[in-house]
């Protein structure tokens, strides 16, 4: 029995590397590259004349149009594509950004051939890709909805206040309480939903309908 290929597209301005995950991932039955494009604005010129993927691999930093600005024209326009945002660094910063434009997880690009191939199936299937960001109950929690965890009122204003671009220092002072203490509101809701990064935070409140951007 032939496994069901799932269409995907490749953008990213470094020509080399492009090439290379293009030629890695073709290499997996479960894959079919269908193009590849330098920018945001490529990746507007292929949609309209190829075959349209399913995943797109979404490099951040791009001239001409770069990742946050392509990931909001696709989910506009094509929002059964689902994006894995390509990062060269584990950046909160981008990658929430990102997250806010559309795009359902990320991967660095060191990630192994396999891990890729794994994020990208993941998103495929469940719309999001959260690797070692989140896990347990969280994971749980986005792909079937289970009600939001017991998480008290100081740590709910906390976590909406962390999908702000707020240092935890200045979201000490807007909350009247030590940097130690949001340090521990922090720590709780990372042990509570096993997340380990702040990303994981944002991307929990995003898909609990916490917060919204």
């Not at 806010?100 to 997880?105: D, F």
């Not at 009122?153 to 962390?162: D, G, I, R, T, V």
């Not at 999908?163 to 922090?186: H, Q």
């Amino acid at each position: 029995m032939e496994t069901e290929q799932i269409n995907i597209a490749i953008v990213d301005d470094h020509t080399l590397f492009r090439r290379g995950v293009a030629a890695l991932m073709s290499e997996f039955d479960e894959l079919h590259v269908v193009f590849e494009a330098s920018n945001g604005e490529q990746l507007q010129q292929m949609l309209a004349k190829a075959p349209l993927p399913q995943v797109i691999l979404m490099d951040i930093n791009m001239p001409v149009m770069d990742g946050y600005q392509a990931t909001k024209w696709v989910r506009a326009r094509y929002p059964e594509i689902k994006v894995l945002a390509l990062s060269m660094f584990e950046d909160d910063k981008a990658v929430i950004e990102m997250i806010k434009c559309g795009a359902g997880g990320y991967v660095l690009k060191e990630s192994k051939p396999r891990d890729l191939l794994e994020a990208i199936k993941t998103i495929h299937q469940k719309g999001v890709y959260i690797n070692d960001l989140v896990s347990g109950k969280l994971l749980r929690s986005v792909t079937q909805h289970e009600p939001v965890l017991d998480i008290t009122k100081k740590e709910m204003e906390f976590l909406k206040l962390a999908c702000s671009e707020l240092t935890y220092k200045e979201i000490a002072d807007l909350m009247f309480v030590s940097p130690r203490t949001v340090d521990n509101y922090r720590e709780s809701l990372f042990q509570k939903l096993t997340i380990k990064s702040r990303t994981g935070l944002v991307l929990y409140a995003i898909q609990n309908d916490i917060f919204k951007f």
